[in-house]
């Protein structure tokens, strides 16, 4: 089946600084996400992003299919930005299953 | 976005006891959901997909008569963790997926067997 890595697995920054989180997969796919998981298990969807660049305030996410790899940027980071980000990408005639990577897990200090 | 609610949010029971998750699409209906599974600190494993009006599809090495699916209706589909044992205690979280494709995920139940 399809493998998803991400990069780095962890990361501590300091409030204000800039970051890159990478996920790369195996295989082609339908469509990609990026969710940020909260400390209490909360999924939230960042960005729906089978390809091309997206942005929304601070984070913004590039898809390079074709390449396959995704990059989520957060810049200005805040200490509510800390917990883990999650890629997951939907295999090719998978029906809409979720694959997901083993995800970032960011610690922002004030 | 679409909205997705699970409940509970977090249950405790007794080993050799049952246990009902229900999972909703509370604004547009579903005829998949997906049930996961996290262990701590780790990456969400898909469990099943639940289909309406049919038998759920289980991932290779998920026991289906540990994990009852049932998918009555187009908005609700339940997850039963028969006879749980320490080993099942988890978080359990489900998924349905909007109009365009994209996924909504529930708040996710932790399980806690004792």
């Known amino acids: 089946g399809i493998q998803v890595e991400q990069s780095p697995p962890d990361l501590i920054l300091q409030e204000g600084a800039n970051s890159t989180l990478r996920c790369n997969f195996s295989?082609?796919?339908?469509?990609l996400q990026w969710f940020h998981q909260n400390p209490w298990g909360q999924l939230i969807n960042l960005f729906y992003?089978?390809?091309g660049t997206k942005q929304n305030g601070r984070l913004s996410a590039t898809t390079v299919a074709t390449e396959r790899y995704s990059l989520l940027y957060i810049s200005s980071s805040q200490t509510t930005d800390s917990g883990v980000y999650f890629c997951?990408?939907?295999?090719?005639?998978?029906?809409?299953?979720?694959?997901f990577g083993s995800g970032t897990r960011l610690l922002v200090r004030p | 976005g679409a909205v997705v609610s699970q409940h509970p949010s977090r249950v405790i029971c007794k080993s050799g006891t049952s246990v009902k998750i229900e999972c909703r699409s509370l604004?547009?209906?579903?005829?998949?959901m997906f049930w996961y599974r996290q262990f701590p600190k780790q990456s969400l494993m898909l469990m099943a997909t639940?289909?309406?009006?049919?038998?759920?599809?289980?991932e290779q090495g998920v026991e289906k008569d540990k994990f009852l699916i049932n998918h009555a209706s187009l908005t609700l589909s339940t997850l039963t963790v028969t006879s749980a044992h320490p080993e099942d205690s988890s978080f359990y979280i489900c998924?349905?997926?909007?109009?365009?494709?994209?996924?909504?995920f529930g708040q996710g139940t932790r399980l806690t067997v004792v």
């Open positions: 639940s289909n309406e009006g049919s038998k759920a599809t289980y």
């Open positions: 998924s349905a997926h909007g109009g365009e494709g994209e996924a909504f």
């Open positions: 997951a990408v939907e295999q090719r005639d998978s029906s809409y299953k979720l694959i």
């Open positions: 295989d082609s796919v339908n469509n």
């Open positions: 992003i089978p390809s």
């Open positions: 604004d547009f209906q579903a005829t998949t």
